[in-house]
């Protein structure tokens, strides 16, 4: 056993070593960081190599405990659960916000904060078009059998590919690409719903390309409209046989219930059921995922000038604004939601408005768009926040159902490019056809870019 000398010299020696490891060390770090801020000083521009996420699991979303077996930093959708996007962290950023959108808006409430540890948060929704060859178009012009002819530019003779090659670049992140096999796993056995107007029509229709172009027998989509269950005049449907699912189309460009009443003079009149959801919402309410929308029928042309058209009960309004109108009818939606919907079950999405470009008039007087080839580059050109948005907002800001909003209308207003304009039919219809259309788009187009944000979205939720 040492002695009570020996253990104090060896106590001492330990301490000296401490000491002189510690000031070699010290004298290490500042040998190191003063070369660091040599070459940050000299190489200012050295690039920052970012490891590639990995692939998202496959898992079933309508379960209500979705966890992954892989810790993933997925990228944020900014998911505003009935909200819109971008979110807010304070009051200045709130009214900041609403600034860029034009004014204030009313019925924002109060928002979820983001969490200060929230790093990969991100607005999917503020970004810019890039150009990219090489992983755009998802699937080749002309190439898919189920764009109809109004929607397919290139068969009509549209001679640039330019509108095609576009992608949709978030500013803070970047946006998983839609792989068409992942999705269909995760429909196995499934129905995804569209719900609305011409515009989500577009949205389904590049879906349905989409996911059929990643198959390597394509021959396993067939169009199921018709059929048995689904045997509806509004009802549009393929399925994929192999994942035993379905994406369907239900036409309700109001939501609610186009109706008709008899008038003083012994005729049939049209009117518009604002308290009661369309006939084909007993379809479409167990689907596993709806992507609901409404917005271009909300015009005077389509209401009748909102004389004598919109009806509550037996009460048929004598005059009713538009704006009035879609907040009665969305709040009929949010209303049904909650007593419909078990959200346990069905993801919801709500795609908002699209932005049409007419020069020199309306679809009906005269309007057109073509031999536009670029997008909108300069943000001063870009119109003001829409009413109806407003409007539907605050409708979701009150509905208890989760709703994902697909906030796509400032991404469409750049994209003055890309609708049918003259190509809606080929050139040996347009001596009849002169109406041009700028509202819908093109396919391969801009509705794809919906369909890769609805897909990053789901997989948040599936994260979740």
């Known amino acids: 056993m040492a002695s009570s000398n020996e253990v104090k010299k060896l106590s001492k020696n330990c301490m000296l070593q401490g000491v002189t490891f510690f000031q070699i060390s010290l004298t290490f770090i500042t040998v190191l960081t003063t070369f660091f801020f040599i070459c940050t000083a000299r190489y200012p521009s050295t690039k920052i190599i970012v490891l590639q996420q990995t692939p998202l699991p496959l898992t079933n979303f309508s379960s209500s405990s979705c966890t992954t077996s892989?810790?993933?930093?997925?990228?944020?959708?900014?998911?505003?659960?009935?909200?819109s996007s971008p979110t807010p962290t304070s009051d200045e950023e709130l009214r900041r916000s609403a600034k860029n959108k034009g004014k204030m808006k009313k019925g924002w409430g109060e928002r979820r904060r983001r969490s200060s540890n929230d790093k990969y948060h991100c607005d999917l929704f503020d970004g810019r078009w890039v150009e990219d060859g090489e992983t755009m178009p998802l699937y080749e012009a002309g190439s898919c059998p189920f764009v109809e002819e109004a929607f397919n530019c290139f068969k009509n003779g549209r001679p640039d590919l330019n509108y095609t090659?576009?992608?949709?670049?978030p500013k803070a992140c970047s946006m998983p690409r839609l792989e068409g096999r992942n999705l269909l796993e995760i429909l196995r056995g499934k129905r995804l719903a569209f719900v609305g107007d011409s515009l989500n029509r577009n949205m389904w229709e590049s879906l349905v390309c989409i996911l059929r172009n990643s198959l390597k027998n394509k021959n396993g989509v067939y169009d199921i409209t018709g059929k048995n269950e689904f045997r509806n005049e509004n009802f549009y449907a393929y399925r994929f046989t192999e994942y035993n699912c379905t994406?369907?189309?239900?036409?309700?460009?109001?939501?609610?219930?186009?109706?008709?009443?008899?008038?003083?003079?012994?005729?049939?009149?049209?009117?518009?059921?604002?308290?009661?959801?369309?006939?084909?919402?007993?379809?479409?309410?167990?689907a596993d995922v709806i992507i609901f929308n409404t917005a271009h029928w909300w015009t005077h042309e389509k209401t009748s000038k909102?004389?004598?058209?919109?009806?509550e009960g037996d009460y048929v309004h004598r005059k009713l604004s538009a704006d009035d109108a879609y907040h009665k009818a969305l709040t009929t939606w949010g209303r049904w939601l909650d007593e419909h919907?078990?959200?346990?079950?069905?993801t919801v999405f709500f795609r908002g408005y699209s932005w049409s470009h007419f020069r020199g008039g309306q679809w009906n007087s005269g309007g057109s768009c073509d031999g536009e080839t670029l997008p909108i580059l300069d943000d001063k050109h870009l119109a003001k926040y829409p009413n109806l948005l407003n409007i539907l907002e605050l409708v979701m800001s009150k509905i208890k159902t989760p709703v994902l909003y697909l906030n796509i209308t400032r991404m469409t207003d750049y994209r003055k490019e890309a609708h049918p304009s003259m190509y809606r039919v080929p050139e040996t219809k347009r001596r009849v056809v002169k109406s041009q259309d700028c509202s819908h788009w093109c396919l391969p187009g801009v509705p794809d870019a919906w369909n890769e944000l609805m897909y990053a979205m789901l997989l948040k939720r599936l994260r979740r």
């Open 70 to 83: 892989t810790s993933i930093d997925l990228i944020n959708a900014n998911l505003m659960v009935s909200s």
């Open 165 to 169: 090659r576009l992608r949709w670049q």
């Open 247 to 286: 994406i369907e189309f239900f036409r309700a460009p109001f939501l609610v219930q186009e109706w008709e009443i008899w008038s003083s003079d012994g005729t049939r009149k049209e009117t518009l059921r604002l308290d009661i959801m369309g006939k084909t919402s007993s379809f479409y309410k167990t």
């Open 306 to 311: 909102g004389e004598d058209f919109y009806q």
């Open 341 to 346: 919907i078990d959200s346990n079950r069905t």
